[in-house]
């Protein structure tokens, strides 16, 4: 017989009792006032107690709770189940089995997350791709610069790096946008948009060098890829990694892979050597951003976010520059011109 | 019926009281760090209920310990339910509001922008309350439960009203929104037959919260006299002067330091405040800990995360838990035959929402 301290869930009084294990699956309680009661085993359950205690509650009457000195363990324990200790579900496994488990899973998981998108990218029908950019971006509204020697000196630019690429029915898109911030990106789609800062801060060459950088991106369906990673793992580990709320912003930007950024550098290279361009003012670019970013935190950070910018990158492009090389300029005078007065108010036309 | 009294003493004979130890924890606080890991944060849920019921289990109320038996799977599960209700709400936000902006709608893109943070106060107080409600109802002791009738609807939209209501005053209202929100919350709880009663004012919170405002100015003050200082010695050179700029970043260190100390010292007294003018039936709250303390608390917290190169946070929940019950004291008594089990309705959805949203419940 041990003796125990009962609450019946109905009140906070606590009864004393004493318990018997009756027919081997029963737990008979006692107490002095002659109340009796059976409890059947299989609604028993452990509860957490402090050590000493033996804290006994039931699956069917919530506030029931029987309080045992801790050595009656042994005399119940033909009652009494496992102690649900991590959670069923791994309690049913056991816990290193359940880490190893756990680590392979999500090893593959993570892994396939991060590199399927890569082999699954290409077979993405373009028009699919192209339907998401259209919804985004539309026209561009009032924020396009739409001078029309401009457009067109703008797509001349993608097409002496790029020949061809703006034509048929997945050409890309070029726009120029009047936003204040140094920028150009790919979106989903073939657009490909470069913010004014980008045109008026810059040189025709670099400005090449940066568009043969975005093409690159868009030929290589790097921006499916990155969608899918985004919208597969990204999304996935953003939900389960904690506050939803403030991450939930994060899901729909992209982000390129390190592999991709590289590429498309390799790519950029190759496109203005083929155009002879040079491949010098780019990297100067690249320099002059870098050591404004440091100078001056905040300018061309957009544009450091999603280009993540290195001095080795600057040194690729620079050693790619053939000093032999007879290189001409990206755009004539006149274009030149028309390019930097593309979002010009006086010049604009709707 | 015969009935039971206790009273809370002086000393050790605390009436609440915590009894855990950081070696006791750190299996718990181990595995769920790995288990964490291995499962990308999906036991989470599964390791804050271990927590919970260790913490519990270790915090002593007059003759017996706390309990708590809420579970991984229904945490789990509510979050599921809440993530169902709002991500095609967020993903709907996600693809409008830049689908507006590049157009140039910038208007419309505002506008969507506004409804959407408006949506996301009033969810944010209703998940507050959700929180609390759930909290009170997977908390037993003797066997008895806490909870609440009340869904919570309307106390979202008094607080959303109220916080735009200090927002518009450049939070000059926030000590009225606060404390009336803490006795609207509190107010609408119970635990067994037992409603809470609230009745927090902001008498004596008001010049702590001016504070905050001339901190920023005090820390500007302090940072002149240093410049000063450092000006006399200087005497006259030619060109930039590095100080200079060093002095501004000095100021501008200050100020980012100055207003999250005072915020904490109108919080410290708010807390005390609150718990003092909180009653359960007979029962009184007291709750004594100082803006030090609690500086002692986020600085030691954050001490221990970088020592143990991040292994410390496990430990956060632990070492705040044990703050609150040690700087707690209750008093007067209960009769432990009238405390009848709770008739609310337990929530089934746990903690989503405050999950999503990332409030704390008290």
Same mark, same amino acid.
């Given at each position: 017989?041990?003796? *125990?301290?009962?609450?019946?869930?109905?009140?906070?009084?606590?009864?004393?009792?004493?318990?018997?294990?009756?027919?081997?699956?029963?737990?008979?309680?006692?107490?002095?006032?002659?109340?009796?009661?059976?409890?059947?085993?299989?609604?028993?359950?452990?509860?957490?107690?402090?050590?000493?205690?033996?804290?006994?509650?039931?699956?069917?009457?919530?506030?029931?709770?029987?309080?045992?000195?801790?050595?009656?363990?042994?005399?119940?324990?033909?009652?009494?189940?496992?102690?649900?200790?991590?959670?069923?579900?791994?309690?049913?496994?056991?816990?290193?089995?359940?880490?190893?488990?756990?680590?392979?899973?999500?090893?593959?998981?993570?892994?396939?997350?991060?590199?399927?998108?890569?082999?699954?990218?290409?077979?993405?029908?373009?028009?699919?791709?192209?339907?998401?950019?259209?919804?985004?971006?539309?026209?561009?509204?009032?924020?396009?610069?739409?001078?029309?020697?401009?457009?067109?000196?703008?797509?001349?630019?993608?097409?002496?790096?790029?020949?061809?690429?703006?034509? =048929?029915?997945?050409?890309?898109?070029?726009?120029?946008?009047?936003?204040?911030?140094?920028?150009?990106?790919?979106?989903?789609? *073939? /657009?490909?948009?470069?913010?004014?800062?980008?045109?008026?801060?810059?040189?025709?060459?670099?400005?090449? =060098?940066?568009?043969?950088?975005?093409?690159?991106?868009?030929?290589?369906?790097?921006?499916?890829?990155?969608?899918?990673?985004?919208?597969?793992?990204?999304?996935?580990?953003?939900?389960?990694?904690?506050?939803? *709320?403030?991450?939930?912003?994060?899901?729909?930007?992209?982000? /390129?892979?390190?592999?991709?950024?590289?590429?498309?550098?390799?790519?950029?290279?190759?496109?203005?050597?083929?155009?002879?361009?040079?491949?010098?003012?780019?990297?100067?670019?690249?320099?002059?951003?870098?050591?404004?970013?440091?100078?001056?935190? =905040?300018? =061309?950070?957009?544009?450091?976010?999603?280009?993540?910018?290195?001095?080795?990158?600057?040194?690729?492009?620079?050693?790619?520059?053939?000093?032999?090389?007879?290189?001409?300029?990206?755009?004539?005078?006149?274009?030149?011109?028309?390019?930097?007065?593309?979002?010009?108010?006086?010049?604009?036309?709707? | 019926?015969?009935?039971?009294?206790?009273?809370?003493?002086?000393?050790? #004979?605390?009436?609440?009281?915590?009894?855990?130890?950081?070696?006791?924890?750190?299996?718990?606080?181990?595995?769920?760090?790995?288990?964490? !890991?291995?499962?990308?944060?999906?036991?989470?849920?599964?390791?804050?209920?271990?927590?919970?019921?260790?913490?519990?289990?270790?915090?002593?109320?007059?003759? #017996?310990?706390?309990?708590?038996?809420?579970?991984?799977?229904?945490?789990?599960?509510?979050?599921?339910?809440?993530?169902?209700?709002?991500?095609?709400?967020?993903?709907?936000?996600?693809?409008?509001?830049?689908?507006?902006?590049?157009?140039?709608? !910038?208007?419309?893109?505002?506008? !969507?922008?506004?409804?959407?943070?408006?949506?996301?106060?009033?969810?944010?107080?209703?998940?507050?309350?959700?929180?609390?409600?759930?909290?009170?109802?997977?908390?037993?002791?003797?066997?008895?439960?806490?909870?609440?009738?009340?869904?919570?609807?309307?106390?979202?939209?008094?607080?959303?009203?109220?916080?735009?209501?200090?927002?518009?005053?450049?939070?000059?209202?926030?000590?009225?929104?606060?404390?009336?929100?803490?006795?609207?919350?509190?107010?609408?709880?119970?635990?067994?037959?037992?409603?809470?009663?609230?009745?927090?004012?902001?008498?004596?919170?008001?010049?702590?919260?001016?504070?905050?405002?001339? +901190?920023?100015?005090?820390?500007?003050?302090?940072?002149?006299?240093?410049?000063?200082?450092?000006?006399?010695?200087?005497?006259?050179? #030619?060109?930039?002067?590095? &100080?200079?700029?060093?002095?501004?970043?000095?100021?501008?260190?200050?100020?980012?330091?100055? !207003?999250?100390?005072? &915020?904490?010292?109108?919080?410290?007294?708010?807390?005390?405040? +609150?718990?003092?003018?909180?009653?359960?039936?007979?029962?009184?709250?007291?709750? #004594?800990?100082?803006?030090?303390?609690?500086?002692?608390?986020?600085?030691?917290?954050?001490?221990?995360?970088?020592?143990?190169?991040?292994?410390?946070?496990?430990?956060?929940?632990?070492?705040?838990?044990?703050?609150?019950?040690?700087?707690?004291?209750?008093?007067?008594?209960?009769?432990?035959?009238?405390? &009848?089990?709770? &008739?609310?309705?337990?929530?089934?959805?746990?903690?989503?929402?405050?999950?999503?949203?990332?409030?704390?419940?008290?």
């Amino acid at each position: 017989m041990i003796e *125990g301290t009962l609450y019946d869930g109905a009140t906070a009084h606590p009864h004393a009792v004493s318990v018997v294990v009756a027919d081997g699956r029963r737990l008979a309680l006692r107490q002095e006032s002659g109340w009796s009661d059976r409890v059947e085993a299989g609604v028993l359950k452990r509860m957490d107690a402090p050590a000493g205690l033996l804290r006994l509650g039931r699956t069917d009457l919530p506030g029931w709770r029987l309080m045992l000195p801790a050595a009656a363990e042994a005399e119940l324990s033909g009652l009494l189940g496992r102690h649900e200790r991590y959670g069923r579900w791994i309690d049913r496994i056991g816990l290193v089995p359940a880490l190893v488990a756990g680590a392979a899973i999500t090893g593959v998981v993570v892994g396939t997350g991060y590199i399927a998108p890569h082999w699954i990218a290409p077979h993405v029908p373009m028009s699919w791709e192209r339907n998401v950019g259209t919804a985004i971006v539309g026209d561009f509204g009032d924020l396009r610069c739409r001078d029309a020697k401009g457009q067109k000196a703008l797509e001349d630019l993608v097409e002496r790096v790029a020949p061809g690429a703006t034509r =048929g029915p997945n050409g890309i898109k070029v726009a120029a946008l009047n936003v204040p911030i140094f920028n150009a990106a790919a979106l989903p789609g *073939g /657009y490909i948009v470069v913010f004014k800062p980008a045109i008026t801060e810059t040189n025709p060459e670099a400005l090449a =060098g940066v568009l043969a950088h975005e093409v690159a991106h868009v030929r290589r369906r790097h921006v499916a890829e990155a969608m899918i990673r985004e919208f597969g793992i990204g999304a996935l580990i953003r939900l389960f990694a904690g506050n939803v *709320g403030a991450n939930a912003e994060q899901i729909v930007s992209l982000s /390129y892979t390190r592999d991709n950024e590289a590429q498309a550098d390799s790519d950029a290279i190759a496109m203005l050597k083929r155009a002879g361009i040079s491949p010098k003012p780019t990297a100067d670019l690249f320099t002059k951003l870098s050591k404004q970013q440091r100078e001056i935190p =905040g300018y =061309g950070a957009e544009f450091l976010q999603s280009h993540p910018l290195s001095d080795k990158r600057a040194v690729k492009f620079s050693a790619a520059a053939d000093p032999k090389a007879h290189y001409r300029p990206a755009l004539s005078r006149d274009d030149e011109d028309a390019l930097f007065d593309i979002c010009s108010s006086r010049r604009t036309q709707k | 019926m015969e009935s039971h009294h206790e009273r809370a003493a002086a000393g050790d #004979d605390r009436a609440i009281r915590f009894t855990g130890n950081w070696r006791e924890y750190l299996p718990i606080a181990a595995t769920n760090a790995l288990l964490i !890991i291995v499962t990308l944060g999906i036991y989470r849920f599964w390791a804050s209920a271990r927590q919970r019921r260790y913490l519990w289990s270790r915090t002593h109320v007059i003759d #017996d310990t706390l309990e708590w038996t809420g579970t991984g799977k229904e945490m789990f599960l509510g979050f599921l339910i809440v993530i169902a209700i709002l991500a095609p709400f967020f993903l709907f936000i996600q693809f409008l509001f830049p689908a507006l902006m590049v157009r140039g709608k !910038i208007e419309a893109a505002s506008g !969507i922008l506004f409804l959407f943070y408006i949506a996301l106060i009033y969810l944010g107080g209703f998940a507050r309350f959700r929180a609390l409600r759930y909290r009170l109802s997977r908390t037993y002791w003797h066997g008895i439960r806490g909870g609440s009738d009340d869904p919570g609807w309307n106390y979202g939209g008094e607080y959303l009203g109220r916080i735009a209501l200090a927002a518009m005053t450049m939070w000059i209202m926030f000590p009225w929104a606060q404390t009336k929100l803490w006795n609207a919350r509190w107010n609408a709880m119970s635990f067994g037959p037992l409603p809470f009663s609230a009745g927090l004012e902001t008498e004596g919170l008001k010049a702590r919260w001016a504070l905050v405002y001339a +901190a920023p100015f005090a820390a500007m003050i302090v940072a002149f006299m240093i410049i000063a200082t450092l000006g006399l010695g200087m005497g006259v050179q #030619d060109g930039p002067n590095p &100080t200079i700029g060093g002095a501004f970043i000095a100021v501008l260190l200050l100020i980012y330091i100055a !207003i999250p100390l005072a &915020t904490l010292h109108w919080y410290a007294k708010y807390y005390r405040h +609150a718990a003092a003018a909180t009653r359960l039936g007979d029962l009184e709250f007291d709750f #004594d800990a100082t803006t030090l303390q609690w500086l002692g608390l986020f600085l030691g917290n954050l001490a221990l995360a970088i020592v143990t190169l991040g292994f410390g946070l496990t430990y956060w929940g632990y070492r705040n838990w044990a703050f609150m019950v040690r700087h707690m004291r209750v008093y007067g008594s209960v009769d432990l035959g009238d405390l &009848t089990q709770s &008739t609310t309705h337990a929530p089934r959805e746990a903690e989503g929402f405050a999950d999503a949203f990332d409030v704390g419940a008290i």
